[in-house]
């Protein structure tokens, strides 16, 4: 049934609109936009929609096709954080940040895995961002609508996020990786097309589930605040390896790795975006590779699964692989060539039985667009 019959079926009248918004990949440029420098991820086909009606009175109503029945409830008059909430929190929490403060009924369909590394809250609150943006007429612009969406998750869920998912998940088009300046939201769309190079990307699903809101994520920024307080600088961005090697004496060594983390990822976005420019797929695939040693062994947010995962890729023959998103769980990316797909699968999935870990799951992710919204009748 599409969202409009089942929001029609469970409230009794159509919606007024319908926001849709994508989870993403993230080709290269990992927890490097809290640290204002560049990323580069792309949208998938996975994405989550949005049905919203206007009510006269303040009450908020939430339903999700993913959960039949399981109506939420909440007042916008004093509306605060309630974890118990769960997935309605990222919608609460965009109305909250874009200052919508009426009654709504509100129907949630998505097929974003959760817990996956592929933004699936990003995706929930952009679809509700530009929902809102459009039936309320605010004229916010898609890097504004991204701002908001991380002020939910920043503020009311409490996972202190960078702009990143958001920012892919309003501004991606199909066919580009985004490039994003993380400091300016400026945008650059790069054309991405790996299957006239023969190539694709493949998605692991490791099913080793995280949780940001968890304090692994929130420990790794505050590392790279506290080396921006001891070199004067207002975020990494500014830094060099050299800088950081030259005051080694004055950090701790884990403050030294996530930095060097940090400066050397930077590096190689710039260096990828060379790179897919020039239709250089080994290098290409040598960056992220080289990413994800950085962040597994620099920056410590890999995890068994996602080490596995790469390695059994490499070990056939995938031209580079790592995990993505924030990390200690979630998904893994591998840059193949087509034909050694069937191959890398049943090489990551043996591996994860002889291990003893969760059977994984994949897919191909192609670069598809961002959010959008329609106004319904
Ligand atoms: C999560 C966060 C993003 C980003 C990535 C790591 O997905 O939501 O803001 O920091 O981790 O690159």
Same mark, same amino acid.
């Given at each position: 049934?599409?969202? !409009?019959?089942? %929001?029609?079926?469970?409230?009794?009248?159509?919606?007024?609109?319908?926001?849709?918004?994508?989870?993403?990949?993230?080709?290269?440029?990992?927890?490097?936009?809290?640290?204002?420098?560049?990323?580069?991820?792309?949208?998938?086909?996975?994405?989550?929609?949005?049905?919203?009606?206007?009510?006269? $009175?303040?009450?908020?109503?939430?339903?999700?096709?993913?959960?039949?029945?399981?109506?939420?409830?909440?007042?916008?008059?004093?509306?605060?954080?309630?974890?118990?909430?769960?997935?309605?929190?990222?919608?609460?929490?965009?109305?909250?940040?874009?200052?919508?403060?009426?009654? %709504?009924?509100?129907?949630?369909?998505?097929?974003?895995?959760?817990?996956?590394?592929?933004?699936?809250?990003?995706?929930?609150?952009?679809?509700?961002?530009?929902?809102?943006?459009?039936?309320?007429?605010?004229?916010?612009?898609?890097?504004?609508?991204?701002?908001?969406?991380?002020? +939910?998750?920043?503020?009311?869920?409490?996972?202190?996020?960078?702009?990143?998912?958001?920012?892919?998940?309003?501004?991606? =088009?199909?066919?580009?990786?985004?490039?994003?300046?993380?400091?300016?939201?400026?945008?650059?769309?790069?054309?991405?097309?790996?299957?006239?190079?023969?190539?694709?990307?493949?998605?692991?699903?490791?099913? +080793?589930?995280?949780?940001?809101?968890?304090?692994?994520?929130?420990?790794?920024?505050?590392?790279?605040?506290?080396?921006?307080?001891?070199?004067? !600088?207002?975020?990494?961005?500014?830094? =060099?390896?050299?800088?950081?090697?030259?005051?080694?004496?004055?950090?701790?060594?884990?403050?030294?790795?996530?930095?060097?983390?940090?400066?050397?990822?930077?590096?190689?976005?710039?260096?990828?975006?060379?790179?897919?420019?020039?239709?250089?797929?080994?290098?290409?695939?040598?960056?992220?590779?080289?990413?994800?040693?950085?962040?597994?062994?620099?920056?410590?947010?890999?995890?068994?699964?996602?080490?596995?995962?790469?390695?059994?890729?490499?070990?056939?023959?995938?031209?580079?692989?790592?995990?993505?998103?924030?990390?200690?769980?979630?998904?893994?990316?591998?840059?193949?060539?087509?034909?050694?797909?069937?191959?890398?699968?049943?090489?990551?999935? $043996?591996?994860?039985?002889?291990?003893? %870990?969760?059977?994984?799951? %994949?897919?191909?992710? =192609?670069?598809?667009?961002?959010?959008?919204?329609?106004?319904?009748?």
């Amino acid at each position: 049934m599409s969202i !409009v019959e089942e %929001f029609t079926r469970v409230y009794g009248r159509a919606p007024e609109v319908v926001g849709s918004a994508p989870g993403r990949i993230n080709v290269i440029g990992e927890h490097i936009d809290y640290n204002e420098g560049w990323v580069l991820p792309y949208a998938i086909g996975y994405r989550t929609s949005v049905a919203i009606a206007r009510r006269t $009175d303040a009450s908020i109503n939430l339903e999700s096709m993913q959960r039949a029945g399981k109506r939420v409830h909440a007042s916008a008059a004093g509306l605060a954080p309630d974890a118990s909430r769960g997935w309605a929190e990222y919608v609460l929490g965009t109305l909250v940040s874009l200052g919508a403060l009426g009654g %709504f009924d509100v129907l949630v369909d998505g097929n974003v895995p959760a817990g996956a590394g592929l933004s699936s809250s990003a995706a929930l609150e952009c679809a509700t961002a530009s929902a809102i943006n459009l039936l309320l007429d605010l004229g916010r612009t898609p890097a504004e609508l991204a701002l908001v969406a991380q002020k +939910a998750e920043n503020e009311f869920v409490g996972m202190p996020c960078g702009i990143m998912d958001q920012a892919v998940s309003m501004m991606s =088009t199909r066919g580009h990786a985004l490039l994003i300046d993380c400091k300016t939201l400026e945008t650059e769309h790069i054309p991405i097309n790996l299957a006239d190079a023969g190539l694709a990307l493949l998605v692991i699903d490791t099913q +080793a589930h995280h949780s940001l809101v968890d304090g692994g994520y929130a420990a790794r920024r505050a590392s790279c605040e506290e080396v921006c307080a001891i070199l004067g !600088v207002p975020s990494l961005r500014e830094v =060099t390896l050299e800088q950081i090697e030259a005051r080694r004496g004055d950090l701790t060594e884990t403050q030294f790795v996530r930095a060097r983390h940090a400066v050397t990822e930077i590096e190689r976005v710039h260096a990828a975006v060379a790179a897919m420019r020039a239709g250089e797929w080994n290098t290409l695939g040598e960056l992220i590779s080289a990413s994800h040693a950085s962040l597994r062994d620099d920056y410590a947010v890999s995890c068994p699964e996602l080490d596995l995962a790469v390695v059994a890729s490499m070990a056939v023959g995938a031209l580079g692989a790592r995990m993505v998103g924030g990390g200690f769980g979630g998904s893994a990316i591998a840059l193949t060539h087509t034909g050694l797909i069937p191959a890398i699968e049943s090489a990551v999935r $043996d591996a994860f039985a002889a291990s003893g %870990f969760k059977a994984p799951r %994949f897919f191909i992710a =192609t670069p598809e667009d961002g959010a959008t919204a329609k106004l319904v009748g």
